[in-house]
């Protein structure tokens, strides 16, 4: 199970334990946040909820991990034959997130996953079949797979190709017979 997140204008793709780094949010280490931006939710299942823009009810619940600064990005400006340059730098402010879960109309997906994969009740067991397994093996025996292919197999020639006829004799050949 995934989901898609929006925050500090940039969308990330998240699963439950994995970790980002965001753009500075409040809390302090160790606290939780709820991020209710959530514009995707994916299940196992292969079913998505796409929200318009963002899906109802959905909230993906992070930890926060520590505050931090991003590497330093170089800054340079120049104009030719003036003699301006300005180089500075910068270092963004960032969040670092373990998300935890994610919620959807206030259950875990994680939970839901469980409870469909959960045993049901055994069905009462079928009468046997009428015959035997053993009977019905000779008869997949006999009959060969047939073979798969990916184009059509030209159809064989059933007749010979034509015969090549005798050409005139060349220059050469003529003036030896004479």
């Not at 959530?38 to 909820?49: E, K």
């Not at 180089?87 to 994610?102: E, P, S, V, W, Y």
Request: aromatic content about 2%.
């Amino acid at each position: 199970m995934y989901a898609i997140v929006e925050t500090g204008g940039k969308q990330y793709r998240v699963r439950p334990g994995d970790t980002i780094a965001v753009e500075r949010l409040p809390g302090a280490p160790g606290e939780t946040l709820d991020l209710d931006r959530v514009l995707l939710v994916n299940d196992d299942g292969g079913r998505a909820r796409v929200g318009t823009p963002g899906v109802a009810r959905a909230v993906v619940r992070a930890e926060v991990v520590e505050h931090a600064r991003g590497e330093k990005v170089i800054v340079f400006r120049y104009k030719s034959k003036v003699r301006y340059r300005r180089k500075t730098g910068h270092r963004q402010a960032l969040t670092r997130l373990r998300i935890t879960d994610i919620l959807v109309d206030g259950t875990s997906l994680g939970e839901r996953k469980a409870e469909a994969a959960a045993p049901k009740k055994a069905a009462p067991a079928e009468p046997a079949a009428t015959e035997p397994a053993a009977a019905l093996e000779p008869e997949l025996a006999e009959a060969p797979p047939k073979p798969r292919r990916r184009h059509a197999a030209p159809e064989p020639a059933t007749e010979e190709p034509p015969a090549v006829a005798e050409a005139s004799p060349s220059p050469e050949e003529s003036a030896t017979e004479e």
